[in-house]
């Protein structure tokens, strides 16, 4: 009987995957009836089980899962060159059942309407119109940093933690929520990751359980960051999964917090994106534009690049190579390049606003 449960398991992946790949030909339907329908309730549902929690409870999970394995593997290595065929039968029911609770979770996220389509915003935009997005964000940037630094050369630190930037954050979205009713987000669920070193010499900054539907932040990464990943993975709790898209809501979320440090590290956030864009389409534009920002934003960005110097090990770029193989496999064509898609959802939505 339990062969034959594993051999049902197994044999599942194949239509999962075509029924996956089936219903992301819907985009309407998920954004309807997932998105806005079941996937809330799910993950509300794990926010409030496990959001009072001190800890990840899925990095624990992680953890189990990761001593399981290497513990099977190691019971069973005989067994794989003895009884091949039987192995991998139970690797495949493995995966089958992760496969499944992924999408019913959380991964059908990727398939829903395209944000700008939501927000009515164009997906194409002009190297001028960068160009003038691009001003007004370095303008509202050295503003702000000015308030906060006294002196544009002097780089600004977080006068306050993680765990407070952590418990402060969703109050963006509550300001946020006024403009865009569905960025409404309670409970909150965000927390430190217990693998930050890992995570860390893994190249990422933080990233959100599917299965238990906890952000996690990486506790190691320049104080700077920290407002910006995490608003970045609440989005991702809200569902929208695509990283430009997360990155686009998470800006707005620090933008519009009530916190002036937040607002810095969300517009320096922004910004970076804009001259990152101009750099690539016109090199001696940007160098032009760079000399108008703050030296002190230019030495936050300066701190995170050495952060990152500093922490990559040969084995960083497997990690990126199969996590930017996952984003292609899930709608995001361009890879870790989607990250950088943000550009057009911030020049388009601030074209039209008077920072």
């Not at 991964?107 to 829903?112: A, H, K, T």
């Not at 954050?169 to 409970?187: C, S």
């Amino acid at each position: 009987m339990l062969k034959n449960k594993k051999n049902l398991l197994a044999l599942s992946l194949v239509p999962q995957y075509f029924l996956v790949k089936l219903i992301a030909l819907f985009p309407e339907f998920i954004e309807r009836f997932y998105s806005n329908g079941l996937y809330p309730i799910i993950s509300k549902t794990f926010r409030y089980t496990l959001g009072w929690l001190p800890f990840s409870f899925g990095d624990v999970v992680y953890a189990m899962a990761i001593i399981y394995v290497l513990r099977w593997l190691y019971k069973n290595r005989k067994r794989l060159r003895k009884d091949t065929l039987n192995w991998l039968r139970d690797v495949a029911a493995a995966l089958a059942v992760v496969y499944f609770a992924f999408h019913v979770l959380w991964g059908l996220n990727y398939y829903r309407l395209p944000l700008h389509k939501n927000l009515n915003l164009e997906s194409d935009y002009t190297t001028e119109k960068l160009v003038l997005v691009t001003e007004k964000l370095i303008k509202k940037a050295n503003h702000i940093h000015l308030q906060i630094a006294e002196h544009d050369s002097l780089k600004v630190d977080m006068p306050f933690g993680i765990n407070t930037i952590l418990k402060e954050a969703p109050l963006g979205y509550d300001r946020l929520k006024e403009q865009f009713p569905h960025l409404e987000y309670h409970p909150r669920s965000v927390k430190k990751s217990l693998f930050s070193y890992p995570l860390t010499y893994m190249g990422f900054s933080g990233y959100l359980n599917p299965l238990t539907n906890e952000a996690q932040v990486d506790g190691l990464i320049p104080s700077f960051k920290f407002p910006t990943t995490t608003t970045h993975e609440i989005a991702h709790q809200l569902g929208y999964a695509a990283e430009n898209e997360a990155n686009f809501i998470g800006c707005l979320a620090a933008i519009n917090h009530e916190n002036i440090y937040f607002n810095y590290s969300g517009y320096t956030f922004g910004l970076r994106f804009c001259l990152n864009e101009i750099y690539r389409r016109d090199e001696a534009l940007y160098e032009t534009m760079v000399e108008t920002v703050n030296p002190g934003i230019l030495k936050n960005y300066k701190e995170v690049r050495e952060f990152w110097d500093e922490h990559q090990n040969p084995a960083e770029p497997f990690f990126k190579l199969f996590y930017g193989n996952f984003l292609k496999a899930n709608q995001q064509s361009k890879g870790m390049e989607s990250y950088n898609y943000v550009v057009a959802l911030l020049v388009n939505y601030f074209d039209g606003i008077n920072l």
